[in-house]
């Protein structure tokens, strides 16, 4: 997480370049506007075409631009250089823009430094979801909500066969000594599970046949049972795993999707109730200086310095925050908590 974070502005800045934000001028409407300022940019050049070249940084910030579940196809060196391309296209369009008079035109101006706020906000929102998201505020969650990730599963491996003898036959060789995945292999009629020695996937009681079921479950781990006949046949079962809830790496994927997505969504609420605007939807004007009803039992928020330090306000569900200030990097103040 602290890399990503370490990687946000520039990659920010580079962003800001790359959506058209124009440059501030000594005589035009942005002058001194630090907005669609870019910083230094020294890394490597993935792309160039004559005199237009896309830099590394620029590379990640368009594809930071991107929906993440679709950033994997851009691994492949064939689709890095589609996206090169990409960018170096929309380059060669902003490089025209200056002779069309755009860059002087203050509707369009007025534009692009609203679109550099966006990107700021979508930063912002990127920071909150990373801190949300610590080791220590995921592991809480799955230890606060034990009930939820509770799921009974087992792990298990058997034999299937229709004729009653050779079940008997098969379960006394096991019991002497024979190995479990080569009779199964040999003798089971589980299309599914005979290639992999008998073994079946992870899986609740409900999907199981309920006298195959009630008979794994109550097994210790590595004991086999006696012959267990269900609609399918005669089965021989042993045992691999079994427990009682989810492990919190499988879940960990959900836990964090959800505390990012409560993160923004209880900070935009703060924000909004700060600054007294209606709920979203509801329309009409701003409440100036709108005061919310007290409530018991607040927590913390943090919100950027300056953002009405110490002011009182309820996110949802009812439940209040104290806004507090955050000094910025290298002020030497103390966080307040």
Request: charged share 25%.
């Amino acid at each position: 997480m602290t890399q990503s974070r370490n990687l946000l502005f520039p990659l920010l800045s580079a962003l800001l370049a790359l959506t058209g934000c124009p440059a501030a001028t000594e005589s035009g409407p942005a002058a001194g506007d630090s907005l669609c300022t870019s910083l230094p940019d020294n890394s490597a050049v993935v792309g160039q075409v004559g005199e237009i070249v896309v830099t590394q940084t620029q590379f990640d910030a368009e594809l930071l631009s991107i929906p993440e579940r679709a950033r994997a196809r851009y691994q492949n060196e064939k689709d890095k250089g589609v996206l090169t391309n990409r960018i170096l296209l929309n380059k060669a369009l902003f490089n025209k823009v200056e002779s069309e008079g755009l860059l002087d035109d203050p509707t369009t101006r007025l534009a692009a430094r609203m679109a550099a706020e966006k990107a700021y906000v979508n930063a912002l929102f990127k920071k909150l979801e990373a801190q949300a998201v610590s080791d220590e505020a995921v592991m809480a969650h799955y230890e606060e909500n034990k009930a939820r990730f509770t799921r009974p599963m087992a792990r298990a491996r058997h034999i299937l066969v229709k004729d009653e003898s050779l079940a008997n036959s098969i379960l006394t060789d096991i019991r002497g000594g024979a190995d479990f995945a080569v009779l199964a292999e040999k003798h089971s009629e589980d299309r599914g599970s005979k290639a992999r020695g008998g073994e079946l996937p992870w899986a609740t009681r409900d999907r199981w046949v309920p006298e195959f079921a009630d008979a794994a479950f109550a097994l210790e781990v590595d004991q086999i049972t006696p012959l267990v006949q269900s609609k399918y046949g005669f089965h021989i079962i042993q045992l691999l795993e079994k427990r009682e809830r989810q492990p919190i790496e499988e879940v960990r994927p959900g836990i964090e999707r959800l505390l990012s997505r409560n993160a923004v969504r209880d900070y935009r609420e703060a924000v909004r109730l700060e600054v007294g605007l209606p709920a979203p939807g509801a329309g009409g004007p701003p409440s100036a200086g709108r005061q919310p009803s007290p409530h018991g039992g607040a927590r913390t928020l943090k919100l950027p310095a300056g953002a009405g330090a110490g002011a009182r306000v309820p996110v949802t569900g009812g439940k209040p925050v104290q806004v507090q200030s955050v000094p910025k990097p290298g002020s030497g103040a103390p966080a307040g908590k």
